[in-house]
Structures are given as C-alpha cells and as structure tokens.
C-alpha cells in the first residue's frame, strides 16, 4: 500500500494517520521516541505491509509485473492500488478526495514538530503537486513513477509501468477491489488491538 491507503486505513486519528504514512522511514525500535499515537500509527503501519507482501491477491497483482521490473513490481503495484483508491474515492468516503488531503496536509502542518526530518523534507513538495489527489489519474501515478524510477536512477524502470497498468486495467481494479475489502478488515481489527 502506498500513502493514500494508509493514511486511509488509519481511521479518524490524525496522529496515526502521521505515524502510519511516515513510518517507512523509521527503523527499528525508532518509533518508540515519538507519542503514544504515532507508534500505533507505525505499528499499524508495519502490520499492514506485511500482511500486503503475504495477500495472495496482492501476490497475483506483483507476478504480472515481475518479469520487467523484478523486485520493484511490489512497490509499483502499491502506486496502483492507490490509484484505484483515488479513482474509487467515493466508494470509501463521504468526504471528498480533495477536503481528504487537504485535511491531512493542514494535520501535517499542525503536528510539524513531531515529523521526521524525512517526511519534513517531502511535505512541500507532497502539498505543492498534490500527489494524493494527483493518484486519481494514470497521468498523475506516471508522474509519480517517475519520480521514483529517477531515484533508482532509472535502474528499476518504473517509469513504464503505466504501460502494464492501462493494459490490465480492469484485472488490476478487480483485485484492487477484492484485496482492499479484506485490508481494510484486518486494519480495523489491528488498530482495536493497539
């Protein structure tokens, strides 16, 4: 799952909502320097990973990827799914995709002092580019790919996956779909237990 999802899966909580989409850049047992809601929202956001790596739906979705872009079809599929999410938006939420992010991006901004200096870094650019909203479109995540092919230096050519995607579009929203029903479950039943 890439930010959107978990940032969604969070629930309500705007503290687990920064601790979930920041913990990629935590390790180890760094979390436990942050408040008590920031390490649910990294604990939860761990348990969603690996429970993602292990979902044989999210495993069907990598295999149409492996065979150009190796180890990385994981990471693209993430971007994927999180496409769907924006595009399906209103299937998860009474409030817009827009007032969404916007919400988030003013609780980044509220909450500043508690960031890593990773996620500082990136908050401008995330909120100038709207990247949240910019999933709702193939064009948006291609941008996105991009971005994140370059910091491979282009070794894991990400930036061609939409070509993948577009292709299969409707298997990838299926399983988006199918996945996303049984994610969501499994968060809420997480995050009742931290």
């Known amino acids: ?15 687990i909502k920064i601790g979930n989409f920041m913990a990629d850049g935590i390790r180890g047992k760094q979390f436990e320097t942050y ?4 390490q649910k929202g990294i604990k939860l956001h761990r348990f969603i ?30 971007v994927f799914y999180d496409h769907f999410l924006a595009k399906n938006w209103s299937n998860y939420s009474s409030e817009t995709l827009v007032d969404y992010t916007e919400n988030f991006y003013q609780s980044l901004r509220d909450n500043y002092d508690f960031l890593s200096e990773r996620t500082k870094g990136m908050m401008p650019y995330m909120i100038e580019y709207n990247w949240l909203v910019s999933y709702q479109t ?13 910091r491979t230096k282009n070794e894991s050519k990400m930036r061609f996956s939409p070509n993948e995607l577009i292709e299969y579009y409707t298997e990838f929203e299926q399983e988006f779909t199918s996945f996303f029903q049984d ?11 931290l």
């Open 1 to 15: 799952m890439n930010f959107l999802a978990h940032i969604y899966l969070s629930g309500d909580n705007d503290l």
């Open 35 to 38: 408040p008590l809601e920031i």
């Open 49 to 78: 990973d690996t429970y993602t790596d292990a979902h044989p739906v999210f495993r069907e979705s990598t295999k149409r990827l492996h065979r150009n872009y190796h180890h990385y079809g994981g990471v693209i599929v993430d």
């Open 138 to 150: 193939v064009e948006g995540i291609s941008k996105i790919l991009t971005q994140m092919d370059s």
């Open 183 to 193: 994610v969501k479950i499994q968060s809420q039943q997480k995050l009742e237990s």
